[in-house]
């Protein structure tokens, strides 16, 4: 019998990461996620709750506390880490926040959910990852080359910031058997799209927004045998946004 694969994942509750549970739940993966918030009795996967981490991954120790608990149910082997979860604080009635206006403090939690935790979970999971020679995935975004109306300046410097991470890690836990690589989404609808959003859609050369399972398919292309020779790379999800 072919050995279950196992998946930890960071905010799957919606968007994104609620596809990509979707996308490899199909696949009969066994599914860890990790959320500050319980498990969300309305999601479809297996194991469901008892397969859910309540981390706040904005608070470092907690992260790292979190470590030992994730390594005991993967259980020696983890085939894929996708650090999705994404934090982009907004101003007074929803706007963009700059980086003149941005509280310091604010900078910090963005950071420790965007770009820290990432790198917290691989490195504390490399034995797990290496074990079951397995693929890394962090989610970046287009804001994180260049500015963007509604993206904040934390949250697009912090996405700029995986980028660079990706490289390293790629770098890093290659030796190991370990890919890792990015995945940066343009226009998705999903419940944190802002008003406006549709004048962007308007100059996509696509000329429509993409669904969270078109972003799903790409982390899960990554996650499999065929992508076995792309490391290091960031892959670009947003109807040609960025020509």
């Known amino acids: 019998m072919a050995e279950q694969k196992t998946l930890l994942l960071t905010g799957a509750s919606r968007g994104i990461g609620h596809a990509t549970v979707k996308r490899f739940a199909r696949e009969s993966w066994r599914i860890l996620t990790c959320s ?13 709750r008892e397969d859910h981490i309540v981390i706040d991954l904005a608070d470092p120790a907690a ?17 894929a880490l996708v650090n999705n979860a994404g934090i982009s604080p907004k101003g007074p009635g ?23 935790a990432p ?23 287009i804001a994180g080359s260049r500015v ?20 390293e890690m790629a770098h890093d836990f ?11 989404p343009g226009e998705i609808e999903t419940s944190i799209l802002s008003p406006g959003t549709e004048k962007i859609v308007e100059g996509l050369p696509l000329r429509r927004l ?16 065929a992508s076995s020779y792309v490391a290091g790379t960031e892959i670009e999800v947003n109807a040609g946004q960025h020509v």
């Open 36 to 48: 500050r918030h319980p498990f969300p009795e309305g999601c479809p996967w297996g194991g469901g």
């Open 63 to 79: 992260t790292m506390a979190a470590i030992e608990v994730i390594r005991a149910k993967v259980g020696g082997r983890l085939h």
């Open 94 to 116: 929803g706007g963009r926040l700059n980086s003149i206006d941005t509280d310091l403090r604010d900078w910090g939690k963005v950071f420790h959910v965007n770009f820290f």
């Open 119 to 141: 790198i917290v979970l691989a490195r504390g999971l490399r034995e797990e990852l290496s074990a079951a020679k397995g693929a890394v995935v962090n989610v970046t975004s």
């Open 148 to 167: 963007h109306p509604f993206a904040g300046a934390a949250y697009a410097t912090s996405k700029a910031a995986l980028k660079a991470l990706t490289r």
């Open 174 to 184: 290659g030796p190991l058997g370990v890919r890792v690589n990015a995945i940066a």
């Open 210 to 225: 993409g669904q969270p399972s078109e972003v799903a398919d790409v982390i899960w292309f990554l996650c499999t045998d």
